[in-house]
């Protein structure tokens, strides 16, 4: 199982026209001179590329060959997670994007700002860059791990030269490369996992045999309505646990509101949202497909004894390498859909985290900051980032058998940053003190059972991960899982926290931002709820009045600030912010004075006597 020259080069031109891309952006329009160009593409991006680039931001490597691998050993059960699909990026749409647009924020922290304090914004910036910062390494180098196991592919040159083609094209490009080329590997990652299915079921007898015999031997599953959580994967687990870790990624999440940002209208934002949907059904139906044909194929054609996997991350890549063998530069498609998977994965990483750090860190500290300077620094972020994405691929390669923890940690912070941003726009009353205590605990309880379900797996001795376990997530496009839900139901019943531990990953986004949003209400209450008048009525859902219309109207006005549905929709381009004293539609309260502090390229309004929260950035 070796690669020709042909497979090498079908891997090394999707590196190159990657590159091709970023250095196009890098050389044309307004040549990322500003900070809105690079890191927002200067909100001008139109829902298409937004929606390809949405779906392949999570789309990562360890998915595609996590999946198949879920399917051939379980069977189909955990295609049901497709059903999550409609609520979870249903409710960002019509919850989340309104909200972030319409406050034209470029971090999506600054929201927290906003809302609550700096301190709170601070606290949920930290949270974000240690999530990303632990994930964008291990994405990289467990794929390649597992490539070189198989292929022999040398495992340093894959980790080096896609960490250094993704760090130039993100640098050079900003995000209308990473978009444009987000498209452009998700058409691969398409072609690659097309290509596998056709030729594979070709070879076992067609697509009608491999079910029947899928279906024959069982790995065809039926709608399991047990709503026990503790039960690794059942309609409910899937469909309404999927519902919650959905909305920790395309609600919150940064490398996701950055997109939506950059749409040209808060209406091609949401359509961007609404035309995931089918792409991400496309994409799930692929994988599953892919696994129902490794399973019949490996029926038909099984490996030799010296080529049996050494875990099952390697699945995929035998059955592929056993199934293309006789097809020049298909090998090479299937790995360049693969690394597609890291690239826009990493990509995404490198300029989000140059973002919050930019918008979160710098900016604040240095009010006087040009607009040239920010877009250098911003530019300088990006390649830090990457440089420093290379470094965790090389600690990821001492983690051993802590591996499975680096990737669960992404799911871990996944829930309590989708709390914290609930407890904001659905309890006015929750105050500073009480998102940050909600915030902690939440990560607290992330950690405690996720840990404990980790130390659980690998029976308290912190030994390897059992025969049975595996390196890389099973959830999809999410690459967000705990080691506890990698391995089959045992027969053994469980009590106590033991039972605790084994919660389905697929519950930890619901139970840990159920976590912050409770704590965080007692402690407000506690420490004095938010006064109505003092909260800015932006920074609160447009639904809450819908949701609270039953009450009399004293307590709804209590209960939500400013009494009405704020605009539904509105134009935010930049066509619509007045270029001198004026500001965009809907971002500063009336009857107050105005007065602009403009530096080059970059303006800012404040509000004379309004609170705090009227200090905002917009674009001049």
Known sequence: MKFTVLDYSIFALLLVLSSAIGLFYALSGDRQRTVQEFLLANRNMGCLPVALSLLATFQSAVAILGVPSE?????????????????GLLIPAHVFIPIFYRLRVTSTYEYLELRFNKTVR??????FIFQMVIYMGVVLYAPALALNAVTGFDLWSAVLTMGLVCTLYTTLGGLKAVIWTDVFQTLVMVAGQLAVIVVGAGRVGGMAHVWHLAEREGKISGIDLDPDPFQRHTFWTLAVGGIFMMLSLYGVNQAQVQRYLSARSEREAKLSCYAVFPCQQLVLCLSCLTGLVMFVYDRQHPLAPNQHPGSHDQLVLYFVMDVLRDLPGMPGLFVACLFSGCLSTISSAFNSLATVTMEDLVRPHCPGLSESRATMLSKLLALGYGLLCLGMAYVSSMLGP?????????????????????????????????AVAGLLAGLAMAFWVGIGGLLQAMGGTGGPPPSNSTLLPLTGNHTTTLATTLLAST?????????????????????????????GLVVSLLTGPTPPHTVDPRTISPLLPRLLCCLPPKYRQRLCPGGQDPPQDTDHSDAAVKPKGGVPNGLAPSGHEEEEEA??????????????????????
């Open 402 to 434: 802590v591996l499975q923890a680096a990737i669960s940690i992404f799911g871990m912070v996944g829930g309590p940053l989708l709390g914290l941003f609930c407890l904001g726009m659905f309890f006015p009353c929750a105050n500073p003190t009480g």
């Open 71 to 87: 399917i051939y050993r379980f069977g189909t059960e955990y295609w049901f997670l497709g059903c999550s699909y409609f609520l």
């Open 599 to 620: 530096g080059e390229g970059q303006g800012y309004i404040r509000t004379v006597g309004a609170p705090a929260y009227a200090l905002q950035e917009t674009s001049f």
């Open 491 to 519: 027969a053994a019943p469980l009590s106590g926290l033991q039972r605790f531990y084994s919660l389905s990953y697929l519950w930890y986004s619901a139970h840990n931002s159920t976590t912050v949003i409770v704590v």
């Open 122 to 127: 601070i606290f949920g910036t930290i949270t």
